[in-house]
């Protein structure tokens, strides 16, 4: 290519240009045949770049800096009669300089070894130890439905696929939930201490369960109760809601909060003189909200599973148009962003599937709070870190915490959510400690 | 062709009008600037401009209605930079510059190449490459208020309404920016709106001042037509003096009885 241009006759006499990328005074025949510009070879796809973003000529070194970037293997240009030669009007930037932070790798894989270790641990923990390899030849054998007998006896098959897998997973997805719920609400009403109990999921989902056991006659351990506690949680953020919207002409993220609060109260005044008309009732009440997972059978997680994964996939969606709303709801509309519709999708996703989570598990407090905000903290202030890597922490989390709750006392199981506050808040202190700042 | 255009539009906040019957047009490449005493209307024009309060009569960018545009549609024409624009002290500026990109992008899709390429080129412009990675918390005043210029010229608006665009700046720093808004205007053919608190900086910027007094329009023109010492005192109840030298018109506050 240098060989031919050095034929060409000069188009253009050299003159003294700036350089568009460092400023620096350089002499250039602004492209035209014979221009030095034409010995860089670039491929069809970096000059296609760099005319999005074209307005003038680089000095030598930038745009020899841009060659070097693009792919090494990449076919130069030469022959190819459809694309002229390498004219350069780039102002070219280091194509890694904007970038949004996503996730980053090194705090993925950390964050994914800890939620399988975890997972892993949840088998294995118990009154009757089963080593890893064994769960892995187990696992193997059913996966690959090779039946080839593993290393377990009968009873350590059921004990890790009847009792521990299904508490194992249902802690997962109720973790994973939980947490990404929270960052969910955490980013639509852009105060840190939205949790997904913040518009009455916990009051209506308590005042439920208390009916249901109260005038119906249903017990804790049966298949209503979690039913009745979700329809009493949708009730409660519907009712806010209706009642943000009546109030406020708009439903704003200050009035849904306050229309939150009436409406828990309310309900948790409701639920207080149910209990006390129903004292017989309190035991059993007391016990589904302390919240746990010594119940879990695989139905529970069957029951779950399409609201944790619907919810999730929403909000995973929507990571993008979170940092949008973290401008404020007018400089986000001002971006084209509907802030209503926006907010109403997503408080929905979030409150369904924290409802499926509270129903079948009680009302574990603290995960949604503190999982977001340690990510935030450590990892990124960037919803597209925040909501998968919270998904992904939250289920290890809980899952952990569950082992710890039925292994400090064993045969005897303490309340998960005092585990999860207890853990929990030291951990966090530490994380709060190494911020400088807050802010949403 | 008129880039914006707005005929008899009234604005209803609560129970109070704050707008009456505003009839305006503005052409491609203009600047117009918004002057008016405190809560004259000034802010909110410029917010019903953006699409982002209900009003009635008429808008139209670049010939399209505003009340049947989506607010994306809009976006992608209007870029609006509010008084005291939310930072988020963590994001970077890189970042924060892509956040304009959002118009452009689907509502659940992420940056393409041309989006980051985009935000690049507003970074380079406003000479904020050394800037690109630090957070947006740890920057000044003159440097946050080019960072929102670089967010705005992202969205690759053709009106630009700016709101106090000086207001947290000194002197030289409000300045640059208004220099800077009006290269930036004549290298992409920029419609300018911006409400003034400064009314010399505002007469020397703009083509054209638009004097607002309790929503409605009290006198257009030139600056050296509305920016006359009786005007001013009538609606800003102000002591000035104006000066004209060389085409420029400065108004100077003075104490005492006027002249």
């Known amino acids: 290519m240098s060989a031919a241009s050095a034929a060409v006759e000069p188009g253009a006499k050299p003159r003294a240009k700036c350089c568009s990328l460092c400023g620096g005074e350089f002499s250039c025949c602004g492209g035209e045949p014979g221009c030095w510009c034409e010995s860089v070879e670039l491929t069809r796809e970096t000059l296609a770049e760099l005319r999005t973003i074209a307005e003038d000529c680089l000095c030598p070194s930038c745009l020899d800096g841009f060659a070097r970037r693009q792919p090494q293997h990449a076919p130069s240009l030469d022959g190819d009669a459809s694309v002229p030669s390498a004219k350069m009007w780039a102002k070219a930037l280091p194509d890694a300089a904007v970038r949004a932070r996503g996730v980053p790798r090194v705090w993925g894989a950390a964050i994914a070894v800890f939620s399988l270790g975890c997972l892993l641990l949840g088998l294995a923990v118990g009154p009757i130890g089963i080593g890893p390899a064994s769960i892995a030849s187990s696992a193997l054998s059913h996966l690959l439905l090779l039946h080839t007998g593993g290393r377990l006896s009968t009873i350590d098959e059921a004990i890790l696929w009847q009792v521990r897998a299904p508490r194992v997973v249902l802690a997962a997805l109720v973790g994973g939930m939980l947490a990404s719920a929270g960052a969910a609400y955490q980013g639509v009403f852009r105060n840190p201490l939205a949790d997904p109990y913040l518009l009455g999921v916990a009051a209506g989902a308590g005042l439920g369960a208390t009916l249901a056991v109260a005038y119906g006659g249903v017990s804790s351990s049966g298949d209503v109760l979690p039913l009745a506690a979700f329809a009493g949680a949708l009730v409660a953020v519907a009712g806010a809601y209706a009642l943000a919207r009546a109030a406020g002409r708009v439903a704003s993220a200050g009035m849904l909060i306050l229309a939150g609060v009436a409406v828990a109260a309310f309900m948790t005044a409701v639920q207080t003189f149910a209990q006390q008309q129903h004292a017989e009732t309190l035991r059993e009440v007391y016990s589904w909200i302390l919240g746990g997972f010594d119940a879990a059978e695989w139905k529970d997680v069957v029951l779950i599973v399409p609201y944790v994964a619907l919810s999730s996939a929403v909000i995973f969606a929507h990571r993008r148009v979170l940092d949008v709303l973290s401008l404020g709801d007018e400089e986000a509309a001002a971006l084209g962003v509907n802030v209503r519709r926006v907010r109403l999708v997503i408080v929905i996703a979030a409150t369904a599937g924290t409802a499926a989570a509270v129903a079948v598990s009680g009302l574990i407090g603290f995960v949604g709070i503190i999982v977001p905000h340690t990510i935030r903290q450590l990892v990124s202030p960037s919803y597209r870190a925040i909501v998968p890597l919270s998904l992904l922490a939250g289920a290890g989390f809980l899952v952990g915490a569950d082992v710890i709750a039925r292994s400090l006392l064993s045969p005897a199981e303490v309340p998960i959510g005092v585990i999860t506050a207890v853990l929990g808040a030291p951990f966090f202190a530490f994380v709060l400690m190494r911020t400088r700042r807050v802010e949403l | ?259």
């Open chain 2, 1 to 259: 062709m008129s880039a914006l255009q707005a005929s008899s539009v009234s604005v209803t906040l609560g129970a109070r009008t704050v707008v009456r019957e505003l009839s305006l047009q503005i052409d491609a490449g203009e600047w117009v600037g918004l002057i008016g005493p405190n809560g004259a209307g000034k802010t909110t024009i410029l917010r019903t401009l953006a699409g982002l309060i209900p009003f009635s009569g008429q808008v139209k960018l670049a010939g399209r209605p505003v009340a049947s545009s989506t607010r994306r549609e809009i976006a992608c024409l209007v870029a609006f930079v509010s008084q005291r624009p939310e930072l988020p002290s963590e994001l970077t500026v890189a970042e924060y510059v892509l956040l304009g990109r959002t118009p452009h992008i689907g509502p659940l899709a992420s940056e393409s190449r041309t989006d980051r390429l985009c935000a690049e080129r507003a970074i380079a412009r406003l000479e904020l490459r050394a800037f690109a990675a630090r957070s947006l918390g740890s920057l000044s005043g003159g440097e946050r208020q080019r960072v929102v210029l670089a967010r705005a010229l992202a969205q690759e608006p053709s009106v630009l309404l700016l709101d106090e665009p000086t207001s947290a700046l000194d002197l030289g720093r409000g300045q640059q920016a208004l220099e800077l808004v009006d290269s930036l205007r004549r290298e992409q053919g920029l419609t300018v709106l911006s409400a003034m608190h400064d009314l010399s900086l505002a007469g020397q910027y703009a083509d054209r001042l638009l004097l607002l007094n309790r929503g409605e329009v009290v006198a257009c023109g030139a600056a050296r037509e509305v920016l006359c010492e009786e005007t001013i005192h009538s609606h800003y109840g102000a002591n000035v003096r104006v000066i004209q030298e060389d085409g420029e018109v400065f108004v100077l506050p003075c104490r005492g009885g006027r002249r």
